[in-house]
């Protein structure tokens, strides 16, 4: 049963839902890592589903200032992430194939977050935002 109301308005995000593939392809590729390193695949597992829980988050503060903040706290996130998986790759842990379908999707997903941050700032900037229910 699909449950909707106004607070759950982010799951029309795209980018909100390329996060949470992004979240799910990472766990996917991941789960094949030694043990030696689960602990450097659970902090990049965290920072990627960092990035959906904030874009939630904010949209669920209403305020466009707290929305803003949460999202360039999803963009922070976002380049631990990178960093993460560029690590990987690096240092020859992850395959080139798996990394660039991480990378292709977190490329995307980065884009989309970045648009949504200019989008917003321009509504703020305008006056243009309504946080009313």
Not at 22 to 36: A, D, Q, R, V, W
Not at 81 to 102: C, G, N, R, T, V
Not at 105 to 116: A, F, G, K, R
Request: charged share 25%.
């Amino acid at each position: 049963m699909e449950r909707k109301n106004i607070n759950r308005g982010f799951k029309q995000l795209r980018v909100w839902n390329n996060a949470i593939e992004l979240y799910i392809l990472t766990c996917k590729i991941l789960s094949g890592f030694p043990y030696e390193l689960k602990k450097t695949v659970s902090n990049c597992i965290d920072a990627c589903h960092s990035i959906s829980r904030n874009i939630a988050e904010g949209y669920s503060r209403r305020s466009i200032k707290e929305y803003l903040n949460h999202l360039n706290i999803a963009l922070g996130s976002s380049g631990e992430y990178y960093s993460s998986i560029f690590s990987f790759y690096k240092a020859k842990q992850s395959s080139p194939e798996d990394f660039e379908q991480l990378d292709k999707l977190h490329y995307q997903t980065e884009n989309e977050l970045l648009q949504l941050i200019k989008s917003l700032q321009k509504k703020k900037k305008n006056n243009d935002w309504q946080d009313a229910f």
